[in-house]
């Protein structure tokens, strides 16, 4: 009898663990739709989508950049950034300019406009930080944790 007592309490913490509110995936879904809500009034005056504003954030630290070399940097294949990258040269903010040396490669650098932004959109990240109400040793945790996940590791042997 004290068997089955053990059971219905495993059955009943591995029906606990499957609902919504204890998911994984939703606690990151949750966590990363309020972290770009956080951004959307600090990127609508300059005009741009989260998306756009990392990459932005990647032009500051390095320019010019290939489209390749941004794509493995953030993480998105040319299928998403090659439109992306369109947008932010149609609203004058990069250049898309042919590699001379290799005409396969496209390089992306900042224009003047995109340059003026740099003081105010290198500022966004440290806002947000602050809104999060985390430490500075917590943000670091969930950052090398996220991170943990989000890149797949090397098999070890």
Known sequence: MHYLIVCVQNSSNINGRRQVGRQLSFALYSASNRVIRLHRPLLEPLGLTYPQFLVMLALYES???????????????????????????????????????DERR???????????????A??????????????????VELRNTLNGLGIPRQATE
């Open 63 to 101: 320019k010019p950049r290939t489209v390749g070399e941004l794509g493995l940097e953030l993480g998105m294949d040319t299928g998403t950034l090659t439109p992306l990258l369109k947008r932010l040269q149609s609203a004058g903010l990069v250049t898309r300019t042919r590699d001379e040396k």
């Open 106 to 120: 496209v390089l992306i650098d900042l224009t003047q406009a995109g340059e003026a932004l740099r003081e105010t």
């Open 122 to 139: 290198v500022a966004i990240p440290e806002k947000i930080e602050t809104a999060c109400c985390l430490t500075d040793e917590d943000l």
